[in-house]
């Protein structure tokens, strides 16, 4: 064997030495590449899969085997978890390391009820256990405000916890249709009005009776302001027994009580009022008007204006006595709570007015004769009376016959009358 043929005898072996170490390289290449990408692939479906689940527990693999890491709130949910991943082609084991953590149910939500009055409109808003107690609501408010001006936005929940108080809100809406405007807000913590009154005494209503009503059951507080509210108006007038009455009124309950007052002190008048209901204050002086109605009942024509804290009275009397005493009956009625202007004359027929309603019909005379009887003498001393109360007053004696009997000795008869008349009257100081 030459030197070269020994030279290629041993390098024959070497190389198939490299070659099968080549061979080894390539298949463990191949392998581990192949756990690598199944792995990944594995991993990459598994994690899809708990993604649409919606599951977040953690999903690793070694190899074809998965594992497991999380928390959960029962072992019914770790079970399924585990078999979603356990379904994926080619997942050989899992693992399920997820540890089992049970979550409390959140608490009640509680109950809430808030109230919105604005513009005469109420919406009401909040959150209640059941459709019972929302009916309540809603129903005492329909029957303050109106159906048509109550906005229900409650919202009903089985997650809303049910308190005593809410059995209470219902009668609150009584007292909520005195504000103005404002609002109430009714929770655990306590329940709060706001918002703007009329009057002190309404404020002082709406405090008082919402404590009793909510009766210790949540604490109570008020921050109410009084409005500035215009003052109402009022006038009336009297003339040939038709009565106008007109202006403004804060509720109707006032008008109806006026409206009866002048039917009942003027009841042979007709009244036509045109009062309306009107934002306006409710001062105590409305209380006065029945009463200032009665002063004018003997004045004929008469008005009554009250504007900006005056009321004033004018009109025509027929008796001296009586239009002296208008001014003092007006400010008895009335009580310091207006001033009082009086412009109340003495008609000027007022001694015909009255002589005409005193001796029409009358008998002065037995008939035949010229001497006054008993109640003709007493007649006359009450038209004394009328007539010394008019200082202008000028008046004629006159009588009058029928066609029965002489007629010379009926003008002698009727001459002889109106000349005792004329001596009584004298005698009497005329």
């Known amino acids: 064997m030459t030197y070269d043929q020994r030279a290629d005898s041993a390098a024959l072996p070497k190389l198939i030495f490299w070659l099968m170490g080549l061979w080894v390289v390539v298949v463990l290449v191949a392998l581990v590449w192949g756990v690598d990408n199944a ?9 899809q899969e708990l993604d649409e689940a919606g599951y977040s527990v953690s999903v690793g693999f070694s190899g074809r085997d998965a594992r497991l890491i999380g928390t ?44 919105s009055i604005v513009n005469g409109v109420v919406s009401i808003r909040g959150y209640l256990p059941n459709e019972e107690v929302e009916s309540d609501l809603v129903e005492a408010a329909e029957m303050v405000f109106g159906p048509e001006r109550v906005i229900n936005a409650l919202v009903v929940g089985e997650d809303v916890a049910d308190r005593p108080w809410l059995g209470r809100i219902r009668d609150v809406f009584t007292y909520l249709g005195e504000l103005r405007s404002g609002s109430s807000r009714a929770t655990d913590e306590g329940f709060v009005v706001e918002g703007e009154v009329i009057s002190e005494a309404v404020r002082e209503t709406i405090t008082n009776e919402i404590n009793l ?10 921050d109410l302001s009084i409005a500035v509210l215009p003052q109402p108006v009022f006038s009336a007038s009297g003339l040939d027994g ?19 007052a002048a039917q009942r002190l003027h009841a042979n008048s007709r009244v036509i009022s045109t009062l309306q209901v009107a934002e306006v204050a409710g001062p105590m002086w409305l209380e006065s008007i029945p009463g200032l109605l009665d002063v004018t009942t003997r004045l004929d024509p008469w008005t009554i204006d009250v504007v900006a804290g005056t009321v004033t009275i004018t009109g025509l009397g027929v008796d001296q006595d009586l239009v002296a005493s208008i001014g003092l009956l007006a400010e008895e009625v009335v009580a310091d709570e207006l001033a009082v202007i009086v412009e ?31 109640d003709g003498r007493a007649l006359l001393d009450s038209a004394v009376d009328i007539l010394q109360s008019s200082d202008d007053a000028v008046f004629v004696v006159a009588g009058h016959t029928d066609n029965r009997g002489d007629p010379v000795a009926s003008k002698v008869l009727s001459d002889q009358q109106a000349e005792a008349v004329v001596e009584y009257l004298v005698s009497g100081g005329i």
Do not use: H
Not at 39 to 47: H, Q
Not at 94 to 105: D, F, G, L, Q, S
């Open 72 to 115: 959960a709130s029962s072992a019914e949910i770790a079970e399924n978890i585990e078999q979603l991943v356990d379904a994926i082609p080619g997942v050989r084991i899992v693992n399920n390391e997820i540890a089992i953590v049970e979550v409390a149910p959140p608490p009640p939500r509680s109950p809430s009820v808030v109230v």
């Open 39 to 47: 792995e990944t692939t594995l991993r990459e479906a598994a994690r």
């Open 344 to 374: 109340v004359a003495l008609d000027p027929d007022a001694v015909a007015l009255q002589l005409t309603s005193l001796l029409e019909g009358a008998g002065l005379f037995l008939p035949g004769q010229a001497d006054l009887t008993d």
């Open 242 to 260: 038709t009565i106008v009455i007109a202006g403004t009124m804060p509720d109707a309950e006032t008008i109806e009580g006026i409206v009866e």
């Open 213 to 222: 009503v909510l009766d210790g059951l949540l604490p109570f507080s008020a």
